[in-house]
């Protein structure tokens, strides 16, 4: 699935996979589809203070289960570092791609489908597998 965002870039989201652990991983890469290299946005980091620290990441992304009626943010180690990808260059030059996961608390069993919001593109229904 590509979700197309702003200033030419397009996030392509390879899967959503739930493991026996009790975690959702999402996989994708954004890629540059602009003429020229195209500056990640600081929200992409999410607007935590203890997040911060760790330089560019992926924390602002967050999972929605409507159907429980419950939101999902990108899991933490014990030195509350976002358990996504990070990191990376402040840009992406035209044409290149960057690769990413970002891992979640599974949502319920039952769940098969969850909107996935992250700033600067519009949200995306992504299945669970």
């Known amino acids: 699935m590509t ?3 702003d200033k030419g870039l397009d996030m392509i989201i390879h899967g959503a996979k ?3 652990g009790g975690f959702l991983t999402v996989t994708g890469e954004f890629k540059n589809s602009a003429s020229s290299r195209v500056t990640t946005p600081l929200e992409w980091s999410g607007n935590e203070e203890a997040v911060a ?10 999972l929605v289960d409507s159907r429980d009626k419950k939101r999902y943010y990108v899991l933490r180690d014990t030195d509350n570092r976002p358990l996504t990808t990070t990191s990376y260059d402040s ?8 690769s990413f ?3 979640f ?25």
């Open 105 to 129: 608390p599974a949502p319920a069993q039952g769940t098969s489908e969850v909107d996935l919001q992250f700033p600067g593109f519009t949200t995306a229904t992504i299945e669970i597998s």
């Open 18 to 20: 739930r493991d026996s």
């Open 3 to 5: 979700v197309k965002g």
């Open 53 to 62: 620290g760790t330089g560019p990441s992926l924390a602002g992304m967050t």
């Open 91 to 98: 840009g992406i030059d035209a044409g290149k791609s960057l």
């Open 101 to 103: 996961f970002a891992q």
